[in-house]
Every structure is written in C-alpha cells, then in structure tokens.
C-alpha cells in the first residue's frame, strides 16, 4: 500500500489519525517484506495480527499465510479493513482486553504486527506468559523497548521485560525501521523483533510465577543486592543456601544475573515457603 493510496483513504474517509492509538501506518514496501521474511511464513501458516491499521501489512500476510486473525482498537478502521478484505477474520475489540479476558491456545500461531506504541510490552507480556504462547513474535515497536528485548545480563536494557519474554523466546534478530517509512513518521525511533518460542521450556509452567517473583523483586531496586531485596519473600537460611550452590556472590545485582542464573535459583527456590 503506497502513501499516496493512504493519504487519499484517510481523506476520502475523512479519518483524523488518533496520536493515542499509535496510528502511524507502515507503506514503506521493503520494510513491510523484510517483517514478512522475518516471520518466515507458510502457506498452512495461522497469523495473529494486533493493529492492522488500513491493512499495508495484512495484505501481505493474507497473501503469504492460511488463515489472518486480526484486532484492531478503532472502529473507523475496522470499517475499512471489512471493505478491503472481505475474508479477514477481523475482531474490533481492545487487543490487551482481548488477551486477558478471553485466553487461547496460540502455540500454532505466529504473531506478526506493527504494535501500537503504547500497549506493547503488556501485549508481549501477555503472549509470551500464555500457556500455549505463539511459536514465533515479529514485532515492530519503539526501539527502546526492541532492546530490552534482545537485551543480555549487563546491558543497560536488560531488565524484568528481557527475562519474563526470553524465559519462553529466544531472541533472533532485529533491525531499526527509519521513522520516515511511517505516516505519519512517529516522534521516536522504531525497530522489528523476531522471537522464537524455545523448543524445550526452560522451567516447567508450576514455577514461571516463581520466577516471575524473584525476577521482579531483584529489579525493584536496580542498583540494590539481591540477596538484601529477596530477603523480603524468602527466608534469609534458604537464600544464602541457593546462592552458594549456585555459586553466586551475595553482593550481586539482578542486572548482573544470567537467564540461565534465575532460571537455576528459580528451581532452587521454588520449593521454599515465601
Ligand atoms: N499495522 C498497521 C501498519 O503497519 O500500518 C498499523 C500500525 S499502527 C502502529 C497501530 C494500530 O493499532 C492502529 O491501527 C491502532 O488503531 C491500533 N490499536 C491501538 N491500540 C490498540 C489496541 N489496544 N488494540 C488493538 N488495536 C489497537
């Protein structure tokens, strides 16, 4: 879908672009195919799509996949999608609302969308913690928050979002998306993620909440000891046990932990009262 064919879309329709919503369509066509690839789609492929906007990115997924599953917020906008794809399942609903209240089974899906800004962390967040969590995530969001998905133990962006997504997702790739490949181009910078669903979970589901405890606690207070911080949940005995066997220093901050590292105390601690 080219700019010119959207300018004239929203001026025919005389749609005003709502900043709340994040409406900044993509009609750049290489970026739109590099998402695409990214998902590395099939023909038998079922697509999640949160946000279509006018569709620059549904057509293509439509084209690529067996079936579009597609929600998006502005009832403006769903109006036009029905007229230009009259075979898309297409829900006119709040895509976070939706994925609270109503939970499925995605792990015979794939998300593939250009997120709107301001929901996207919980939108992943949601996804990624679902028990049957989509195979694939191909998001196109703020670059800040791309890298703190990507990010690794002492980066600056690694943080609560790295590890609640990369417990399920092992992170693939990523490239910046230039501001004016969007209209309108949006105040701040953009990049696409691609996360794939691990092959074997890391902990088994009974103690993601644990881990989701623990990794929450050791970043309340970025710059405090975790030991100190988790001394809040979990008896000071078992804490100093866990971190011996696991060979971490009772100095060490949660931005300095591995995955792997909170995955392990994670196991260690599960069983202990907190
Ligand atoms: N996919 C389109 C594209 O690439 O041009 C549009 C992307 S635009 C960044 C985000 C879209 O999400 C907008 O169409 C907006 O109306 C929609 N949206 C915003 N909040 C939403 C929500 N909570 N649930 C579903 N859609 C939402």
Redesign the pocket.
């Known amino acids: 879908?080219k700019l010119s064919e959207?300018r004239e879309l929203l001026t025919t329709r005389q749609i005003q672009l709502?900043k709340s919503?994040?409406?900044?369509?993509?009609?750049d066509g290489n970026q739109?195919r590099r998402i695409v690839d990214a998902a590395e789609l099939q023909p038998a492929d079922k697509v999640l799509?949160?946000?279509?906007?006018?569709?620059?990115?549904?057509q293509l997924l439509l084209e690529k996949s067996g079936e579009v599953f597609a929600?998006?917020?502005?009832a403006r906008?769903v109006e036009v999608l029905r007229e230009r794809f009259p075979n898309l399942n297409l829900l006119h609903?709040?895509?976070?609302?939706?994925l609270k209240n109503e939970p499925r089974d995605w792990s015979g899906w794939k998300l593939v969308?250009?997120?709107?800004?301001?929901?996207a962390s919980p939108?992943l967040v949601e996804l990624a913690q679902a028990p049957g969590c989509p195979q694939r995530l191909v998001a196109?969001l703020q670059l800040e928050v791309a890298k703190r998905l990507m990010a690794a133990a002492d980066d600056d962006d690694y943080g609560v979002l790295t590890l609640l997504v990369q417990l399920r997702y092992q992170p693939r790739e990523w490239f910046k998306i230039p501001a004016d490949c969007?209209?309108p181009a949006?105040d701040v910078d953009s990049a696409c993620v691609c996360l794939v669903r691990r092959a074997t979970p890391l902990l088994p589901e009974a103690q993601h909440a644990v881990f989701e405890r623990i990794v929450k606690r050791a970043f309340s207070q970025r710059r405090k000891m975790m030991l100190k911080l988790l001394k809040q949940d979990w008896p000071a005995a078992k804490l100093e046990a866990a971190f011996a066997a696991l060979q971490i220093s009772p100095q060490e901050r949660g931005e300095k932990l591995s995955l792997e590292q909170f995955v392990a105390l994670t196991q260690a601690l599960a069983s202990a009262p907190a």
């Open positions: 879908m959207m709502t919503l994040g409406q900044n369509f993509l009609h739109l799509e949160i946000g279509p906007g006018l569709g620059p990115l549904t929600i998006e917020k502005d906008l609903a709040d895509a976070l609302d939706f969308a250009n997120l709107p800004y301001s929901v939108i196109t969007f209209f949006p």
